[in-house]
């Protein structure tokens, strides 16, 4: 049994009634039994995308049954029903009509008995064939492993394509044979790279091809606004795979891609759709902190979108405060923009900017004298600037953050040699023409910690940011081979 921690929802609704009493109709009565539930407490639990959520609960009675009733339909879906041991002791899916009864293996924690659910029984069928398969795949993935030649090995292997293609053959003639919510899940399951379904006649010649009929097919026939695509949780690795593997890495295409689906999970209901609301947390959430340099563009974009100047009452305030912060300290410096100027001190504390500083290139750097990573991280930075840059018109503009530790800055420089940069530092007082919006260097620089580096062409545009200092003379050949 598999054990998990529960994301609890809790949702309470009063009916008052001033005449007549009326009983509501019972939407939806479900029951299960199994000799482990006897006399215990069972939770009845849904997927919510890659978290779980508590729907009810029910104690069994002495030939452990147990029933839940609710007077509004569940949303269809995977759902589980779960000890107090927070162990699963059964996976099943919710169908429309929410009128059955599942006797459940002790021992196995299977279904042993389906009355009144085709879904639930095509449910088992699947796992009882895929795991028929799986078992013979395994052993001989085993037995590969004391095959000697060649030619069995390559028989061996020519099994297992065949027992994934008859997995692969019993899901897609499943889709093409059924609308339900069974052929969704199968659908969002589906790999990335799942070609089992190409038709004999479409060729694709190269790898452009290949990944074309990929994007058009990851996501057909499934409707982003269907809450049934939450239930379950198989929804957001789709989401990742899609924007990670067959999307341009670039902050455009993926934006592009990203407004695409949010916008289709907001078709039917533009201010209440669940789907929006957690599609738009998940990649707002994974771009805030990219991977790839520059795409936290697309956290930028959806945030003036979809969550800048609105109330969303929805949304928690952690999470409200927590976008305004990350927009707030990422608006002003993304890829292409033009970097703002900094009002600095010299060693003789002489007034300097970084628009003094005329070079093709310049590399910036936050920085603190007390921070140990800097202490490492500068003399490599050095020696990267005297064996490659120092005679290609590259100019190093590094700020010490702390104006009070002057004896510690200059020895620093001194004892690293680091007196061919523009060595400047934050001055606690700047001339009063200045403005406080510009003067805000850790807003428009996002300088949450040290060392911070950054890469600008002539004109103080970035070019490159929050990557390794040692990859700036690739970016910069690009660069000069392009402009």
């Given at each position: 049994?598999?054990k998990?921690?529960?994301?609890?929802?809790?949702?309470?609704?009063?009916?008052?009634?001033?005449?007549?009493?009326?009983?509501?109709k019972t939407?939806?009565?479900?029951s299960?039994?199994?000799?482990?539930?006897?006399?215990k407490?069972?939770?009845?639990?849904?997927?919510?995308?890659?978290?779980k959520?508590?729907?009810?609960?029910?104690?069994?009675?002495n030939?452990?049954?147990?029933?839940?009733?609710?007077?509004?339909?569940?949303?269809?879906?995977?759902?589980?029903?779960?000890?107090?041991?927070?162990?699963?002791?059964?996976?099943?899916l919710?169908?429309?009509?929410?009128?059955?009864?599942?006797?459940?293996?002790?021992?196995k924690g299977?279904?042993?008995?389906i009355?009144?659910s085709p879904?639930?029984?095509?449910f088992?069928?699947?796992?009882?064939?895929?795991?028929e398969?799986?078992?013979?795949i395994?052993l001989?993935?085993k037995?590969?492993?004391?095959t000697?030649?060649?030619?069995?090995?390559?028989?061996?292997?020519?099994?297992?394509?065949?027992l994934?293609?008859?997995?692969?053959?019993?899901?897609n003639?499943?889709?093409?044979?059924?609308n339900?919510?069974?052929?969704?899940?199968?659908?969002?399951?589906a790999?990335?790279?799942?070609?089992s379904?190409?038709?004999?006649n479409?060729?694709?010649?190269?790898?452009k091809d290949?990944l074309?009929?990929?994007?058009?097919?990851?996501f057909?026939?499934?409707?982003?606004?269907?809450e049934?695509?939450?239930?379950?949780p198989?929804?957001?690795?789709?989401?990742?795979?899609y924007l990670?593997?067959l999307?341009?890495?670039n902050?455009?295409s993926i934006?592009?891609e990203?407004?695409?689906i949010?916008e289709?999970?907001?078709?039917?209901?533009?201010?209440?759709s669940?789907v929006?609301?957690?599609?738009?947390?998940?990649i707002l959430?994974k771009?805030?902190?990219?991977?790839?340099?520059?795409?936290?563009?697309?956290f930028?974009?959806?945030?003036?979108?979809?969550?800048?100047?609105k109330?969303?009452?929805?949304?928690q305030n952690?999470?409200?405060?927590l976008?305004?912060k990350n927009?707030?300290?990422?608006?002003?410096n993304?890829i292409?923009k033009?970097?703002?100027?900094?009002?600095?001190?010299?060693?003789?504390?002489?007034?300097i900017?970084l628009?003094?500083?005329?070079a093709?290139?310049?590399?910036?750097v936050?920085?603190?004298?007390?921070?140990e990573y800097?202490?490492?991280?500068?003399?490599?930075?050095?020696?990267?600037?005297?064996k490659n840059?120092?005679?290609?018109?590259?100019?190093i503009?590094?700020?010490?953050?702390?104006?009070?530790e002057?004896?510690?800055w200059?020895?620093?420089?001194?004892?690293n040699?680091?007196n061919?940069?523009?060595?400047?530092?934050v001055?606690?007082?700047v001339?009063?023409?200045?403005?406080?919006?510009?003067?805000?260097?850790q807003?428009?620089?996002?300088?949450?910690?040290t060392?911070i580096?950054?890469?600008?062409?002539?004109n103080k545009?970035i070019?490159?940011?929050?990557?390794d200092?040692?990859?700036?003379?690739q970016?910069?050949a690009?660069?000069m081979?392009?402009?």
């Amino acid at each position: 049994m598999t054990k998990f921690f529960l994301l609890i929802f809790i949702f309470l609704s009063l009916n008052f009634g001033y005449s007549q009493k009326k009983i509501p109709k019972t939407q939806s009565e479900i029951s299960f039994q199994s000799d482990n539930f006897k006399n215990k407490k069972v939770y009845l639990v849904s997927y919510y995308g890659n978290y779980k959520m508590l729907q009810d609960s029910a104690i069994a009675n002495n030939n452990g049954e147990l029933s839940f009733k609710k007077n509004k339909k569940y949303t269809e879906g995977l759902y589980l029903l779960v000890n107090t041991n927070r162990e699963i002791e059964l996976e099943f899916l919710m169908d429309y009509e929410q009128r059955f009864r599942i006797k459940v293996d002790k021992q196995k924690g299977e279904a042993q008995q389906i009355l009144n659910s085709p879904l639930n029984t095509d449910f088992q069928n699947l796992n009882i064939f895929s795991l028929e398969k799986n078992n013979k795949i395994n052993l001989l993935k085993k037995k590969i492993l004391t095959t000697q030649k060649f030619a069995d090995r390559k028989n061996i292997y020519e099994s297992i394509d065949i027992l994934n293609h008859e997995i692969n053959e019993y899901k897609n003639n499943y889709i093409n044979n059924n609308n339900n919510t069974l052929s969704l899940f199968l659908k969002l399951s589906a790999p990335i790279d799942d070609f089992s379904s190409k038709p004999a006649n479409r060729v694709l010649k190269s790898k452009k091809d290949s990944l074309l009929y990929l994007k058009e097919n990851c996501f057909k026939g499934i409707d982003f606004s269907d809450e049934r695509i939450l239930v379950n949780p198989f929804l957001e690795k789709k989401i990742t795979g899609y924007l990670d593997y067959l999307i341009a890495k670039n902050p455009k295409s993926i934006t592009k891609e990203a407004i695409s689906i949010l916008e289709k999970s907001r078709q039917k209901d533009p201010e209440n759709s669940n789907v929006f609301k957690y599609l738009s947390l998940y990649i707002l959430n994974k771009y805030i902190t990219p991977k790839q340099m520059g795409n936290d563009q697309v956290f930028v974009t959806l945030y003036e979108k979809y969550f800048k100047d609105k109330s969303h009452n929805w949304l928690q305030n952690s999470q409200k405060e927590l976008f305004k912060k990350n927009y707030y300290f990422l608006k002003n410096n993304q890829i292409g923009k033009k970097g703002r100027n900094l009002y600095m001190s010299t060693k003789n504390k002489e007034p300097i900017n970084l628009y003094d500083i005329k070079a093709t290139f310049t590399i910036l750097v936050f920085w603190d004298p007390n921070c140990e990573y800097c202490k490492v991280e500068l003399p490599k930075l050095n020696t990267l600037y005297k064996k490659n840059w120092s005679k290609n018109d590259v100019k190093i503009f590094a700020i010490n953050l702390k104006e009070k530790e002057y004896s510690a800055w200059q020895k620093f420089i001194k004892e690293n040699n680091l007196n061919n940069w523009t060595n400047v530092f934050v001055p606690s007082n700047v001339s009063t023409k200045y403005s406080k919006e510009e003067l805000n260097f850790q807003q428009h620089y996002n300088v949450t910690k040290t060392p911070i580096f950054y890469l600008l062409d002539r004109n103080k545009n970035i070019i490159a940011k929050d990557i390794d200092p040692k990859n700036y003379s690739q970016i910069m050949a690009n660069y000069m081979q392009m402009n």
